[in-house]
């Protein structure tokens, strides 16, 4: 069977460089909409602080079919913590997300971040699956770590998808059963912003137009869209 999973990361725009939430208020609606209109459903790793400050769209997530991730509380780097803080991080985001999910299982640390020694901290909150390793980083050989935790890596990184789409459609293709992820602040228009140029190029519409060409592509050629959670249940990860 082939399947893909669409991953969105909810934060601010393009942190750390950003503090605004165009993204929140103007891209992610968009990929909502985009998601129902194609009959698709993705996973949303949520920030606790986005869900605070937007209730009514993160409701919309659950809402729609979707799956509700967590994405820590704020978007502060789980490797620069010291293991209690990481702890207490893991503690609070979990504490508003099952407001709007209860059954919240699936993790991913910002910047794909996340010390295998940590791992037992994830554990200790309930949650059973990890995409905060990336097929495209190095190690690209990666040691077992003994955890109950299943880890999925992502497939490769965001801004690929803004390329053009006869340069990555091909690529997916090739790939089995990837794991792509992508941000609602991509979605709006960063061009004119002063932020390093893969936060700002083929931003907002172009990236949106991509993302309906991608999902388009792939339902013809019979992919299933799958949430981390009902892939990690049909897939077997080390």
């Not at 698709?40 to 659950?62: C, K, N, S």
């Not at 299943?150 to 803004?162: D, Y």
């Not at 340069?167 to 979605?187: D, G, Y």
Request: charged share 25%; with cysteine.
């Amino acid at each position: 069977m082939k399947n893909i999973t669409i991953t969105v990361d909810v934060e601010e725009d393009c942190p750390p460089m950003l503090t605004s939430t165009r993204g929140m208020e103007e891209g992610l609606p968009e990929l909502l909409d985009l998601f129902k209109k194609e009959g698709i459903r993705a996973t949303f790793f949520v920030t606790g602080m986005m869900a605070e400050q937007y209730p009514d769209l993160i409701d919309r997530i659950p809402g729609e079919g979707h799956e509700l991730g967590c994405h820590g509380y704020t978007h502060a780097r789980f490797d620069r913590m010291e293991k209690e803080e990481a702890r207490l991080a893991l503690k609070q985001a979990g504490k508003v997300l099952r407001q709007f999910e209860r059954k919240l299982v699936s993790f991913r640390a910002p910047n794909l971040q996340f010390p295998k020694s940590y791992l037992g901290l994830l554990e200790e909150e309930n949650f059973l699956y990890d995409s905060s390793i990336a097929s495209y980083k190095p190690p690209f050989l990666r040691s077992k770590v003994k955890s109950k935790i299943i880890r999925i890596p992502a497939t490769i990184t965001s801004s690929f998808i803004r390329l053009p789409p006869g340069l990555f459609i091909p690529l997916i293709k090739h790939w089995e059963s990837p794991v792509i992820f992508v941000h609602p602040w991509e979605f709006v228009d960063m061009s004119n912003t002063p932020i390093r140029l893969d936060c700002r190029f083929n931003t907002g519409e172009k990236a949106l137009n991509n993302l309906k060409i991608l999902i388009r592509a792939l339902k013809a050629q019979h992919y299933i869209f799958l949430t981390l959670q009902e892939r990690a249940k049909l897939e077997k990860y080390q």
